[in-house]
């Protein structure tokens, strides 16, 4: 066997992301380029796959194999034959088609043949001994629901007491949007092939990939040579923006933020927002909310400068300010619509969300220096659409919502999608269901509004508050799990994660 390099560790995973058209483009130019066969790609990309799946279930002895009629079963007849010389008993099915499989499956498939092994019908009979699957039905073409036949395989595979290895993507998953148009494989591990694509990582990528694995069959030399504008974001890299500090920097070098909301019965929001600023980084922090809020925000985080919110207070504020956060606990009232309306005179980078998105969406306008967060109900009425057009493709979402709003986007989700007007697109590839909680969002603006006023750029500070926020909350959840994780809870690890040259990171 060939010696390739198998990535499942997740930060080891590329974190170049290919949009799935150009990737089924650019594999024949790049096998062309290194003089190697597309069948010799299928043959790696079979050897890849069985050495996961014997790695990662070493027990097994009886695998089932599911080979649709494309490139994706003939990886699966690659495996099948793999595991037969090694002994393994292997039971295959085949989609049937009227259609000439494409020239390398045909070859994968008469390899099989020539291996002496069986091929049984969709329809057959699964035998009960069978102790691991391999899905090769459907590959990253997929654009539509899977038709009933092949569905009806996912469904069994699905139900069957055997855990599932996909071949490149889990059958039924959109390699671009990560959405599931109808029944889709939950695998236990996936092992992706070349490069990575969108749908592994957004949509509903999390449900159904379970642990992700890479291997670039040996087009690693080609690969280098291209440029691809989307990337994926982890905890390995916020050491590119949270550098260590010079010893004689004083807080006015790191950021005077202003944090307005917290309108009446949602002092949390704003204090959160407000802490969260601090916790990562920022030099100064002002407040201004109602004055009911004035007392209870202090006491509990005395380090906030905390005001009553007036015109005077306003005014002040703006003139003292580096960046501004506003919309947590705003309210779409006449005292949040006033404080917005405040702010279009204000030049130095912004952060919106919650209630001023909402406001925005009622007004819009375009600007450069800002950032937006909204959650995808907030993004429907951005874009005046419904929730399922932002979830049926959050890549174009984020794109068309910087081509109406400027600045940089976080579409905030599993996979949550950043995109500036430079055409940059990056996934975070950071956080957890824990996080589906009340708040998140409150601390995530904080976070970001603090890392603007640490000199990073709209995008960087999108992208790098967001891995932060997601990375704080993995380590909690690693600790704790993920049920009852609360948005505060964020607050005694995030001041870890926003310092990694000192992480520990065996640290219990």
């Not at 088609?97 to 494409?102: A, G, H, Q, R």
């Not at 993507?169 to 029944?183: C, D, E, H, K, M």
């Not at 920022?282 to 380090?303: H, Y």
């Not at 995008?459 to 704080?472: E, K, R, V």
Request: charged share 20%; net charge negative; aromatic share 4%.
């Amino acid at each position: 066997m060939t010696d390739h390099t198998l990535t499942s560790n997740p930060q080891s995973i590329p974190h170049s992301i290919w949009p799935a058209d150009d990737l089924r483009r650019a594999e024949k130019a790049a096998a062309q380029s290194l003089g190697l066969s597309l069948y010799t790609l299928m043959q790696r990309a079979g050897e890849a796959a069985f050495k996961l799946a014997r790695a990662a279930y070493p027990s097994t002895r009886h695998w089932i194999v599911l080979c649709g009629h494309g490139n994706n079963g003939g990886d699966g007849y690659e495996v099948a034959r793999l595991a037969q010389a090694a002994g393994i008993q292997v039971t295959l099915l085949a989609i049937a088609s009227d259609k000439p499989l494409p020239e390398e499956a045909q070859a994968a498939r008469e390899a099989w043949h020539a291996a002496g092994g069986e091929i049984y019908p969709e329809d057959a009979d699964w035998p009960q001994d069978a102790d691991l699957i391999i899905d090769g039905l459907l590959g990253t073409g997929l654009q539509s629901a899977p038709r009933e036949n092949v569905a009806n395989l996912i469904v069994r595979a699905n139900a069957f007491p055997a855990p599932v290895v996909a071949l490149d993507i889990p059958s039924g998953l959109n390699a671009q949007t990560g959405t599931t148009p109808g029944a889709v494989i939950q695998a236990a591990h996936t092992i992706t092939f070349i490069a990575l694509k969108p749908g592994l990582l957004t949509g509903k990528a999390r449900d159904v990939v379970g642990h992700l694995h890479h291997d670039a069959l040996g087009l690693e030399p080609w690969l280098a040579t291209q440029h691809t504008n989307i990337h994926r974001f982890d905890a390995s890299q916020l050491g590119q923006w949270f550098t260590p500090r010079r010893p004689t920097s004083h807080k006015g070098d790191h950021g005077r933020l202003v944090v307005i909301g917290g309108d009446h019965g949602t002092a949390g929001a704003i204090r959160m927002t407000g802490e969260a600023a601090l916790r990562a980084g920022a030099g100064l922090v002002r407040v201004l909310t109602r004055a009911e809020n004035v007392a209870p925000i202090i006491t509990a985080r005395p380090e906030l400068m905390v005001h009553e919110l007036t015109p005077q207070t306003l005014d002040e504020a703006l003139e003292w300010a580096d960046v501004v956060v506003i919309g947590p606990g705003l309210g779409q009232a006449e005292w949040g619509k006033q404080a917005l309306r405040k702010i279009d005179n204000f030049r130095k980078p912004t952060l919106w969300d919650a209630d001023a998105l909402n406001l925005l969406a009622i007004n819009p306008d375009k600007r450069h220096n800002r950032v937006i967060t909204p959650h995808p109900g907030e993004a429907a009425r951005l874009l005046n659409c419904r929730v399922a057009d932002i979830e049926n493709d959050r890549l174009l979402s984020a794109q068309r919502l910087v081509k109406r709003y400027g600045g940089a986007v976080v579409l905030k989700g599993a996979g949550t999608v950043v995109a500036d007007e430079q055409g940059a697109i990056g996934i975070i590839d950071a956080g957890n269901a824990g996080m589906a909680s009340g708040g998140m969002g409150d601390v995530l603006s904080g976070i970001i509004g603090a890392l603007l006023g640490q000199a990073l750029s709209p995008y960087d500070a999108a992208c790098a508050g967001c891995i932060a926020h997601g990375a704080a909350a993995d380590e909690l959840a690693a600790r704790y799990g993920t049920r009852g994780m609360l948005a505060t809870d964020l607050f005694s690890t995030l001041r870890r994660v926003v310092n990694p040259d000192v992480i520990d990171v065996n640290h219990d």
